[in-house]
């Protein structure tokens, strides 16, 4: 099986679950349950924990990505404070659009850097589809508005996890299923913690998947290192 000729990407990125997943499984647990029922089989992805994908299907038609809204849902042993009250419902809010946006401007950074490939808002014959969400979001030390001035120290900004559904936009049909969790790595000792350190680790593991994606692509249309890989 030869790497090039499978759509093994993520992403981005970034799926909204099947249906039948159930919330009470790990999003591994759920990843496997589900691609053994429609037929995936498992692939190794340099940079990406778990993938499934559809055995031949390739990812050389494609030379455009639409990305749905991505959705971001919180660790349930999340209980975050800040100035000793609970961040409140538009704080989280607006971690979400944040985390969301940060992603988006990722992939679109990656894709289009080299202007082989475009980021579209509609489908077509050419169109790659990811559907994605962040699951498992755990912000250590959020840094949001308060009425107490604090300082938060932490030795890592946090944890998320990528599930994302790669289909093609014109049939609908399903290409690839990935799964991927991403922890800042800690340091060896406490630091000051604050919303740009927070950005910056959402930043460079949104850089990282975006960045795979586009490697796959390449290794696809016999680009560059990643056509040899």
Same mark, same amino acid.
């Given at each position: 099986?030869?790497?090039?000729?499978?759509?093994?990407?993520?992403?981005?990125?970034?799926?909204?679950?099947?249906?039948?997943?159930?919330?009470?499984?790990?999003?591994?647990?759920?990843?496997?349950?589900?691609?053994?029922?429609?037929?995936?089989?498992?692939?190794?992805?340099?940079?990406?924990?778990?993938?499934?994908?559809?055995?031949?299907?390739?990812?050389?038609?494609?030379?455009?990505?639409?990305?749905?809204?991505?959705?971001?849902?919180?660790?349930?042993?999340?209980?975050?404070?800040?100035?000793?009250?609970?961040?409140?419902?538009?704080?989280?809010?607006?971690?979400?659009?944040?985390?969301?946006?940060?992603?988006?401007?990722?992939?679109?950074?990656?894709?289009?850097?080299?202007?082989?490939?475009?980021?579209?808002?509609?489908?077509?014959?050419?169109?790659?589809?990811?559907?994605?969400?962040?699951?498992?979001?755990?912000?250590?030390?959020?840094?949001?508005?308060?009425?107490?001035?604090?300082?938060?120290?932490?030795?890592?900004?946090?944890?998320?996890?990528?599930?994302?559904?790669?289909?093609?936009?014109?049939?609908?049909?399903?290409?690839?299923?990935?799964?991927?969790?991403?922890?800042?790595?800690?340091?060896?000792?406490?630091? &000051?913690?604050? #919303?740009? =350190?927070?950005?910056?680790?959402?930043?460079? @593991? /949104? !850089?990282?998947?975006?960045?795979? &994606?586009?490697? #796959?692509? =390449?290794?696809?249309?016999?680009?560059?290192? @990643? /056509? !040899?890989?």
């Amino acid at each position: 099986m030869k790497l090039s000729t499978y759509l093994l990407p993520l992403l981005l990125a970034s799926a909204l679950a099947s249906p039948a997943w159930s919330q009470s499984k790990s999003p591994a647990a759920q990843t496997a349950a589900t691609a053994d029922a429609e037929g995936l089989v498992k692939v190794k992805v340099r940079g990406l924990q778990t993938v499934y994908a559809v055995p031949g299907a390739k990812l050389a038609g494609y030379d455009k990505v639409m990305l749905d809204p991505i959705e971001v849902s919180f660790a349930k042993s999340w209980q975050p404070q800040t100035g000793g009250q609970r961040i409140s419902a538009a704080d989280k809010q607006e971690i979400r659009e944040g985390l969301e946006r940060v992603l988006r401007e990722a992939f679109t950074k990656e894709l289009t850097k080299s202007q082989r490939y475009t980021v579209v808002n509609a489908p077509g014959d050419d169109v790659l589809r990811i559907k994605a969400e962040i699951r498992d979001l755990y912000i250590n030390a959020p840094d949001v508005p308060s009425a107490t001035i604090t300082h938060s120290y932490t030795l890592s900004a946090g944890e998320m996890t990528l599930v994302a559904e790669l289909r093609d936009s014109a049939t609908g049909a399903l290409i690839a299923r990935v799964i991927d969790r991403k922890k800042d790595p800690e340091k060896t000792w406490l630091e &000051l913690t604050t #919303r740009v =350190d927070n950005v910056a680790a959402a930043q460079q @593991a /949104a !850089a990282g998947w975006a960045r795979t &994606l586009r490697e #796959r692509l =390449d290794s696809a249309h016999g680009i560059g290192d @990643a /056509a !040899a890989k």
